[in-house]
T-cell receptor, first 109, second 117 residues
Framework: SQQGEEDPQALSIQEGENATMNCSYK?????LQWYRQNSGRGLVHLIL???NEREKHSGRLRVTLDTSKKSSSLLITASRAADTASYFC?????????WGAGTKLIIKP | DVKVTQSSRYLVKRTGEKVFLECVQD?????MFWYRQDPGLGLRLIYF???????EKGDIPEGYSVSREKKERFSLILESASTNQTSMYLC????????????????FGPGTRLLVL
């Protein structure tokens, strides 16, 4: 059961530009999380935002959550080559996380 | 730092073989999870465990079983491997207590890429 859907599926930008990815979901949530996956590796947790929060920052990352629209966005500012990865949102449902298919981000030098 | 390790990065097995994938976490986490990841499908939960000897089915448990005899170790077993089980397998753990801990931050191992011929 796929709850979160990331948009776009793929994004290619120049180094130094900002990258924005979106996640939409279907049912009410307690929290939404963003993870990063470098090519062929495990996932790394980036940010968890709870349903009563609207915005959260961590370094160059900014996450917003709009529960009325059932959507979230992840903004990476001043992108670097090392940000090249796939980014996944995950929402909570019963006892588990439900994952989207991810956005593949490529940072061009 | 939380460390989650998986026994193999790459595995090649034959159809019908019994396959064991092992996962160990070193942070005394209560919850552990097994996912498979296929292109375009995101992560799908196979099984999770919220305590020693406790297990719960995820979305796609068919063809798999799990074992958790010790808190730090969670094993995924493919009873009779089939070609449609070729995939990337990811193990994760979560500190939060009880079944609801599955909704909190998860820490992942590096993954095992399994090829079944």
């Amino acid at each position: 059961s796929q709850q979160g859907e990331e948009d776009p599926q793929a994004l290619s930008i120049q180094e130094g530009e900002n990258a924005t990815m979106n996640c939409s979901y279907k049912t009410s949530i307690n929290n939404l999380q963003w993870y990063r996956q470098n090519s062929g590796r495990g996932l790394v947790h980036l940010i968890l935002i709870r349903s009563n929060e609207r915005e959260k920052h961590s370094g160059r990352l900014r996450v917003t959550l709009d529960t009325s629209k059932k959507s979230s966005s992840l903004l990476i500012t001043a992108s670097r080559a090392a940000d090249t990865a796939s980014y996944f949102c995950a929402t909570d449902s019963n006892y588990q996380l439900i994952w989207g298919a991810g956005t593949k981000l490529i940072i061009k030098p | 730092d939380v460390k989650v390790t998986q026994s193999s990065r790459y595995l090649v097995k034959r159809t019908g073989e019994k396959v064991f994938l092992e996962c160990v976490q070193d942070m005394d986490h209560e919850n552990m999870f097994w996912y498979r990841q296929d292109p375009g499908l995101g992560l799908r939960l196979i099984y999770f465990s919220y305590d020693v000897k406790m297990k719960e089915k995820g979305d796609i448990p068919e063809g798999y079983s799990v074992s958790r005899e010790k808190k730090e170790r969670f094993s995924l077993i493919l009873e009779s491997a089939s070609t449609n089980q070729t995939s990337m397998y990811l193990c994760a753990s979560s500190l939060a207590l009880g079944k609801a801990g599955g909704k909190e931050t998860q820490y992942f191992g590096p993954g095992t890429r399994l090829l079944v011929l």
